[in-house]
């Protein structure tokens, strides 16, 4: 799949093309990724006085973190009790505080940094059947036990009082949630680590990296040599790192955005303006911007395959929620790889002391991908208390070779299957 420019690149905030690395360079830190975790992560360390040097293939963004749905979603894709069986009961409680912080980190940057990104508040996660109904209900009883009781349950004719769809049959209103762009945080990111002295190159790929007590980096136009690497490309690493390939999978997603809907109609099918998600494994995901068009996501490919007539396939999923809306063309249509793990928890470790990774944030990077940053400039500083939280927890390898892609097409469609069945 070859990603095209999206919605969020014709409206961020222009920002002039960064130098391509020219030359051999020497940083304290080489960040390879230039999305939200690699740019968090080289703020981070740029506010502790810690000199980083990131590197980016392309452009700042353009990868997951310049088209992914813009959503601020609460906790992890993985259930509690998942990351609880994996690490106890007292560290999944830290890692679910860790979550919250990580959500309560966005504004403070916002207004630390003064970015303009349209940053909103209110999320609705809908059931599609009464299973699903009955696992939201088990969701908000579980985050209340750690803490949290912001969530309340609609049911029946109260969903319309959250959203004009007759699609479902109930789902959570989450307050804690929500919704920016993504790209113009990113981009307000990047200029606050420029500003205290972090050094961004981009159109930058990795090329070749030698390990050791010094780790060498290696572009088509020079070389970084530095004492501690971080890999920050996510699902855009592809096979530059083969161990760290193998624990994550590519899934491709689409979303469409709609030419402008009215402030009228937009306030009638959003009542409280909320961000939205179903439950499905191939969820469909969706909010309405500032100029009030629908911003639409769908699909989970794991082929990485792009729907044939896209814009048609997104308009038959967008009339199969709101009905009505079948005067509105779709203006923009891209899609873009979100990386997911086994076990749909992040994937935080080391490959050596001095080389650090997240990745497989599985559709919840927005805020998570802000919380390594924090964890992997913490590290690097001296105290890795917390990083060490999270990456205790074990990764399977998803199935290599000639059958990875088949194997992994074949049990999306068995879930795609009981998405269906409401099982």
């Known amino acids: 799949m070859t990603p095209s420019l999206t919605w969020y690149h014709a409206t961020a905030p222009a920002a002039a093309p960064r130098q391509a690395l020219a030359g051999a360079v020497r940083a304290k830190v080489c960040v390879i990724g230039g999305g939200l975790t690699g740019v968090s992560t080289a703020l981070n360390l740029a506010e502790r006085g810690i000199d980083a040097v990131l590197l980016e293939a392309e452009a700042i963004g353009h990868g997951a973190s310049g088209r992914n749905g813009g959503q601020i979603v609460q906790g992890y894709s993985a259930p509690m009790e998942r990351i609880e069986a994996a690490v106890g009961r007292s560290d999944a ?6 979550g919250r912080e990580a959500i309560a980190a966005i504004p403070d940057r916002v207004k630390r940094h003064n970015i303009d990104c349209d940053l909103r508040w209110g999320y609705f996660i809908a059931a599609l059947n009464r299973s699903q109904l009955a696992d939201l209900r088990d969701t908000v009883e579980q985050w209340a036990e750690y803490g949290y009781r912001g969530p309340t349950m609609v049911e029946g004719s109260a969903v319309r009082s959250v959203l004009a769809t007759d699609l479902y049959v109930g789902g959570m209103v989450e307050p804690g949630s929500g919704q920016l762009h993504p790209l113009a945080y990113l981009l307000g990111l990047a200029g606050a680590a420029e500003a205290v002295g972090a050094r961004l190159f981009e159109r930058s790929a990795a090329i070749e990296i030698h390990y050791g007590k010094t780790v060498r980096v290696t572009t088509s136009g020079g070389t970084v040599e530095a004492d501690t690497l971080v890999l920050a490309g ?4 592809g096979r530059l790192v083969p161990e760290m390939n193998r624990k994550v999978m590519p899934v491709a997603s689409f979303i469409g955005v709609t030419e402008p809907l009215g402030e009228e109609r937009a306030r009638r099918l959003f009542p409280q303006d909320v961000a939205v998600a179903d439950c499905n494994v191939a969820l469909d995901y969706y909010r309405l911007t500032a100029d009030r068009r629908l911003l ?4 989970a490919s794991y082929s990485a395959t792009t729907p044939i007539g896209l814009k048609d396939w997104l308009a038959k999923r967008i009339r199969r929620v709101f009905p009505e809306l079948t005067d509105v063309a779709i203006e923009h249509a891209w899609g873009g790889l979100i990386g997911i793990t086994h076990n749909r928890v992040p994937d935080f470790g080391r490959l050596a002391p001095n080389v650090l990774y997240a990745q497989g944030f599985s559709g919840q990077g927005v805020a998570l991908t802000g919380l390594a940053g924090t964890l992997m400039a913490e590290t690097i500083a001296g105290d890795d208390s917390r990083f060490r939280l999270i990456e205790q927890v074990r990764h399977l390898p998803f199935p290599g070779g000639l059958l990875r ?3 992994l097409v074949a049990a ?10 409401g099982w």
């Open 412 to 421: 999306m469609g068995v879930l795609k299957l009981k998405d269906r069945l």
């Open 405 to 407: 892609t088949p194997t």
């Open 93 to 98: 409680q830290a890692i679910w505080d860790m």
């Open 296 to 299: 639409f996501g769908a699909g």
């Open 234 to 237: 996510n699902a855009y690493l």
